[in-house]
């Protein structure tokens, strides 16, 4: 058992060191233009969305839920308060990695004071949205866009928090009914071609110092898998 235990227990350690570590999300982009009613760039024009209202709790975050309507357009949004109840948050699902380019719809509202809500992805930095109205916006459909990253396939979480700034009086939160995102391939890298050719027998060999790592550290397991062995047959001989 003691032997099955160690050699167990150096399998993993070595698995943990040769392994890459992977960050979940990949920010390309963390700023964020917007437009009004109809003026949404074409690129959205078949964006997957994902609304908002559905995923709401009642008392189980920050978030309160409200409808309207106005203008010949409806809403049923979220908005964050400081409720002690933590981030709002949402679970999506993307089918393969891809560089994926995300938009916020909101209502609009009339002049009353600056609205912003902070947005991110997984554990990603916060992209802040923001926005002053005046009284012509009310009821307007308002989108942000242009937010991007890099996203592996499976699932992910949009995350809407409060800004540094938030105090419910002077700046308060954004009416955000979905998100939405498009996505394209990831760009190949591809190797420029050397110019200037050496003679091959003066060229040193060439090594990849990720690969020497990666040798070292099976060698480095190899040897504490041997270690850890022997010293549980040491321990066997001397009972």
Do not use: C
Not at 81 to 93: L, M, P, R
Not at 210 to 227: E, G, M, N, P, S
Request: a negative charge; hydrophobic letters at 45%.
């Amino acid at each position: 058992m003691k032997k099955l235990i160690a050699t167990a227990l150096v399998l993993l350690l070595a698995l943990t060191l040769v392994l890459p570590v992977f960050a979940e999300v990949e920010m390309i982009t963390d700023t964020v233009e917007n437009a009004f009613d109809d003026k949404l760039p074409a690129t959205y024009k078949d964006a997957k969305k994902v609304a908002l209202g559905p995923a709401w709790s009642d008392g189980a975050t920050n978030a309160r839920h409200g409808n309207a309507s106005g203008n010949g357009n409806s809403f049923d949004y979220i908005y964050l308060k400081n409720d002690g109840k933590g981030n709002f948050v949402v679970t999506f699902k993307v089918d393969e990695e891809a560089i994926y380019d995300f938009g916020f719809s909101a209502m609009a509202w009339k002049k009353s004071v600056l609205r912003t809500t902070n947005v991110s992805i997984d554990d990603g930095p916060a992209v802040r949205l923001a926005y002053d109205y005046v009284d012509e916006d009310q009821y307007k459909n308002h989108y942000f866009y242009g937010m991007q990253a890099i996203l592996s396939a499976g699932e992910h979480k949009m995350v809407f928090s409060l800004t540094d700034d938030f105090d419910d009086t002077n700046v308060k939160t954004l009416y955000l009914t979905d998100f939405f995102y498009v996505s394209e391939p990831i760009p190949e890298v591809v190797e420029e071609e050397e110019t200037t050719a050496a003679p091959a027998a003066a060229e040193a060999p060439k090594t990849t110092p990720t690969a020497a790592k990666t040798a070292d550290v099976f060698v480095i397991a190899i040897a504490a898998l041997a270690a850890s062995t022997a010293g549980v047959v040491v321990s066997k001989k001397r009972k």
